[in-house]
Nanobody, 133 residues
């Protein structure tokens, strides 16, 4: 089971990036996958997650979860054909600067609260997002 995160980069405030989390060695289905980030000197935190099931229409699954500070700016999505989950980030702010990771996770089915990083997870390597003011 291997996840590979990519797509990070350096942008100015207000810019956009799309992160990709590609799975190999297994199929993304009947599970939830999340994006997490860790800023310098801070703990890793959950950013967004979504449920994926190849045999069920996405609209029948619980809606994706987002941390409050990224709602309306970030969008999580999946492409079953590419076995990949994306995090589209718009209107980026300096406080979004962090190393971003993806991992299988439990995913809240109601909005609000936080998404704790899973223990003993198969983490991707990180991809660095830098937003300058």
């Amino acid at each position: 089971l291997q996840l590979q995160a990519s797509g990070g980069g350096s942008v100015q405030t207000g810019g956009s990036l799309q992160l990709s989390c590609s799975a190999s060695g297994f199929t993304l289905t009947a599970m939830a996958l999340g994006w997490f980030r860790q800023a310098p000197g801070k703990q890793r935190e959950g950013v967004s997650c979504m449920w994926i099931h190849r045999d069920m229409p996405q609209e029948t699954l619980p809606t994706p979860w987002y941390m409050d500070s990224v709602k309306g700016r970030f969008t999580i999505s999946s492409d079953n054909a590419k076995n990949t989950v994306y995090l589209s980030m718009e209107n980026l702010k300096p406080e979004d600067t962090a190393v971003y990771y993806c991992a299988p996770t439990g995913c809240p089915t109601t909005p609000g609260g936080t998404l704790p990083p899973p223990s003993n997870a198969d983490w991707s390597q990180g991809t660095l997002v830098t937003v300058s003011s």
